[in-house]
């Protein structure tokens, strides 16, 4: 440690005495990294909300995301990803404790993780408990977006040793923002192409805050996990207006679903596609602008993402970090006639996850194999050796990350309301009510990647059918086990109190006039 210490005083001298010679300031933080002592891998952790595949590492054409597809080219690319719950506070409370909600207890926002599992112990906890600085920037466990912006939301206290809750211009300047419901920013659709720059807006505050922390751990020999949760691109997609003038509105296309279709769903299904009255068959001019402001925030994103990777380079601590970057669901841009999440369709339970390991010897490549983002929890732990609490029923995916055509399991499943789904490589099986007497749903992705073509009533699928009836009926019976050492499990815990929510768009008119408030 004495050691380490003069080493670093020598190199800042040196700096300082020489000037513009040898020692530039990035060699100097190199050389100040290379000082970090650590037997332990740290982690990054970087999650989006509300972001889809909608990613040029994922085969999206249009969306310009240069920094998460190099993130891609460096770790592994899971295709076929999916969260367990397609909805921010229960898919953020599975991931952070590797259970399925059945387990959590946990199936609406706003509730309280140590209300429904008191004695669980949480990934961010996990860290802390072996010796790690376990820091929070931003969104991890649920807030409402974007009221609670600059809160610590429904947060866990016990996962973090710090916590950092940035606050920008895309509050302040709520009330310039477009929305299909007055005064309502993040349960509709809202967007606004901002003045101003990236350090302005949460997002990118929480990239500069991220920058800092790298920059103190460089100089510490104690291992970090740092979980940085960006709040975009949910709504409202809020971005400066330069990431807006990368694409040509009206070059966008938006998906298109006959009125036939409707009525080869089950009723369930047809509710969840048709939850936002005010979000049905949006005139293509709008739509169109809607969906440019989506890619423009997720583009936003990606370039916090970069500021992000660049400093952690710069300091060399890419060397000794395992990155991670995914989100908690996906999201309809109007698949199925659908704008936002809240179904059982790919577009809504499909998540980026890309994992980023030093010893990987299999950058850049992809694997098939159904995976779920409960299955973080397990992986982290395997790759910094260590051991995974009893209560995690996640997979590790480090024998995928060793052969990228291996498989941890056959199926991923995602829970709406009440119904179940399954993912495997070729097949989604969707299956609604306690006994299915809601009505089934079969897609085959070799034919039929969209899900338009409900096949369980074909014939010629029933072995399938059969077949996966079985997977789903034991999914669903694992997934609602009450994992080893989880302690006290509460049924009914109730989501917090929600006091009346008073933004800056509420006390200001689009002039940014302050009036009264309503009543």
């Given at each position: 440690m004495i050691k380490n210490i003069l080493n670093i005083k020598l190199?800042?001298?040196?700096?300082?005495?020489?000037?513009?010679?040898?020692?530039?300031?990035?060699?100097?933080?190199?050389?100040?990294?290379?000082?970090?002592?650590?037997?332990?891998?740290?982690?990054?952790?970087?999650?989006?909300?509300?972001l889809n595949c909608d990613i040029g590492a994922y085969g999206n054409q249009v969306i310009k995301t240069p920094n998460i597809d190099r993130l891609a080219k460096r770790g592994i690319l899971f295709e076929n990803a999916h969260n367990q719950y397609p909805l921010c506070g229960p898919s953020r409370a599975s991931f952070m404790t590797g259970m399925y909600t059945n387990q959590t207890k946990i199936t609406k926002n706003n509730m309280n993780l140590r209300n429904s599992v008191p004695d669980v112990i949480t990934l961010g906890q996990r860290f802390r408990q072996q010796g790690y600085q376990s820091v929070r920037?931003?969104?991890?466990?649920?807030?409402?977006?974007?009221?609670?912006?600059?809160?610590?939301?429904?947060?866990?206290?016990?996962s973090w040793d710090q916590t950092i809750n940035p606050y920008g211009r895309d509050k302040i300047e709520e009330y310039k923002i477009n929305t299909l419901k007055p005064r309502r920013y993040g349960g509709t659709l809202s967007w606004l192409a901002s003045d101003g720059k990236d350090d302005e807006q949460t997002d990118g505050i929480a990239a500069t805050e991220a920058i800092k922390k790298l920059d103190n751990f460089a100089k510490r020999e104690t291992p970090f996990f740092l979980a940085v949760g960006f709040y975009r691109p949910h709504t409202p997609f809020v971005a400066p207006k330069k990431y807006f003038?990368?694409?040509?509105?009206?070059?966008?296309?938006?998906?298109?679903?006959?009125?036939?279709?409707?009525?080869?769903?089950?009723?369930?299904?047809?509710?969840?596609?048709?939850?936002?009255?005010?979000?049905?068959?949006?005139?293509?001019?709008?739509?169109?602008?809607?969906?440019?402001?989506?890619?423009?925030?997720?583009?936003?994103?990606?370039?916090?993402?970069?500021?992000?990777?660049?400093?952690?380079?710069?300091?060399?601590?890419?060397?000794?970090?395992?990155?991670?970057?995914?989100?908690?669901?996906?999201?309809?841009?109007?698949?199925?006639?659908?704008?936002?999440?809240q179904t059982l369709f790919e577009n809504s339970t499909r998540i980026p996850l890309i994992i980023s390991a030093p010893n990987s010897e299999n950058k850049g490549q992809k694997s098939m194999s159904p995976v779920e983002l409960i299955d973080l929890y397990p992986t982290l732990m395997s790759l910094t050796n260590i051991n995974t609490p009893k209560h995690v029923v996640g997979k590790s995916l480090e024998p995928i990350m060793n052969n990228v055509n291996a498989s941890v399991r056959g199926s991923a499943l995602t829970r709406w309301r009440n119904g179940y789904s399954i993912k495997t490589k070729r097949y989604r099986l969707t299956k609604w009510g306690s006994n299915g007497e809601l009505g089934y749903e079969l897609y085959d992705h070799k034919n039929d990647k969209y899900e338009l073509i409900n096949l369980a009533n074909n014939k010629d699928y029933n072995e399938v059918m059969d077949s996966l009836k079985l997977v789903i009926d034991k999914r669903i019976s694992d997934a609602s086990i009450k994992p080893q050492s989880l302690g006290r499990q509460f049924e009914n815990a109730k989501p917090m109190y929600k006091a009346k929510n008073i933004t800056f768009g509420d006390i200001h008119d689009i002039n940014g006039e302050i009036t009264h408030l309503k009543n």
């Open positions: 190199f800042i001298v040196l700096f300082f005495i020489c000037g513009c010679s040898e020692y530039s300031k990035k060699e100097m933080r190199n050389n100040i990294a290379s000082s970090y002592k650590s037997d332990k891998f740290n982690v990054l952790l970087i999650i989006a909300d509300d920037i931003g969104k991890m466990f649920h807030y409402d977006n974007p009221s609670a912006i600059g809160t610590s939301g429904n947060d866990d206290i016990y003038d990368l694409y040509d509105q009206e070059k966008i296309e938006i998906p298109q679903v006959s009125s036939e279709y409707l009525e080869t769903l089950p009723l369930p299904a047809v509710k969840s596609i048709r939850a936002k009255k005010n979000q049905i068959d949006l005139n293509k001019e709008l739509a169109q602008e809607i969906k440019e402001a989506y890619y423009a925030t997720i583009s936003f994103v990606d370039a916090q993402v970069g500021r992000i990777l660049d400093q952690l380079e710069a300091l060399g601590l890419d060397k000794n970090t395992i990155i991670v970057f995914t989100s908690d669901h996906g999201y309809h841009m109007g698949e199925h006639g659908h704008w936002q999440k």
